[in-house]
């Protein structure tokens, strides 16, 4: 089955850029979406279509596209933005998410 | 204001069943596809099952093909899973999520979410 490929973890400091990334062969045919998750509450969309912005979801999260990897970017990460953050795209079967990156900030 | 509520979790032993229901409000549920998702503790999220606005289109995922069945029932703005043949692996918090649109054959995102009933299969 597919699959999508993010790091474990990333490490930032506050104030600093956080680029999280998203690996699969299906990516430059279907959109990736990225979901954030705190501790004890359900997912939040951040970004969808690779790289659009919802409503209510800070400037400071962008996302971007290229080739097989797509990439979520967050500038200026501040403390509340420490959390677990998904990438969810889908194959012919149904949906797929990655297996998730912890973001800390330090 | 959209609310998914899920209900039916509980504890069950290995190769029992067990049956959940989400009840949505807020929306015009019948304009959209449903899903499940699940998250084992301390694990990522895994995308268990969908189904289109009118039942026309249902997918699984592997891990659980042949045993959970997804249904709904549009008159009482209802989702369900009918899980069986439960194992230790399908110990979970299950979320209930609605699609942005109405099939499940296009790669859309989840824009809404419940707050999850937790599944724990255990002898």
């Known amino acids: 089955s597919y699959e999508l490929t993010q790091p474990p973890s990333v490490s930032v400091s506050p104030g600093q850029t956080a680029r999280i990334t998203c690996s699969g062969d299906a990516l430059p045919k279907q959109y990736a979406y990225w979901y954030q998750q705190k501790p004890g509450q359900a997912p939040v969309l951040v970004i969808y279509k690779d790289s659009e912005r919802p409503s209510g979801i800070p400037e400071r999260f962008s996302g971007s596209s290229s080739g097989t990897t797509v990439t979520l970017t967050i500038s200026g990460v501040q403390a509340e933005d420490e959390a677990d953050y998904y990438c969810q795209s889908a194959d012919s079967s149904g949906r797929v998410f990655g297996g998730g990156t912890k973001l800390t900030v330090l | 204001e959209v609310q998914l509520v899920e209900s039916g979790g509980g504890l069950v032993q290995p190769g029992r069943s067990l049956r959940l229901s989400c009840a949505a409000s807020g929306f015009t549920f019948d304009d959209y596809a449903m899903h499940w998702v699940r998250q084992a503790p301390g694990k990522g999220l895994e995308w268990v099952s969908g189904?289109?606005?009118?039942?026309?289109?249902?997918g699984y995922a592997d891990s659980v093909k042949g045993r959970f069945t997804i249904s709904r029932d549009n008159a009482k703005n209802s989702l369900y899973l009918q899980m069986n043949s439960l194992r230790a692996e399908d110990t979970a918090l299950y979320y209930c999520?609605?699609?942005?649109?109405?099939?499940?054959?296009?790669?859309?995102?989840?824009?809404?979410w419940g707050q999850g009933t937790l599944v724990t299969v255990s002898s």
């Open positions: 999520a609605k699609d942005w649109g109405e099939s499940i054959a296009v790669a859309n995102y989840f824009d809404y």
């Open positions: 189904i289109s606005w009118n039942s026309g289109s249902i």
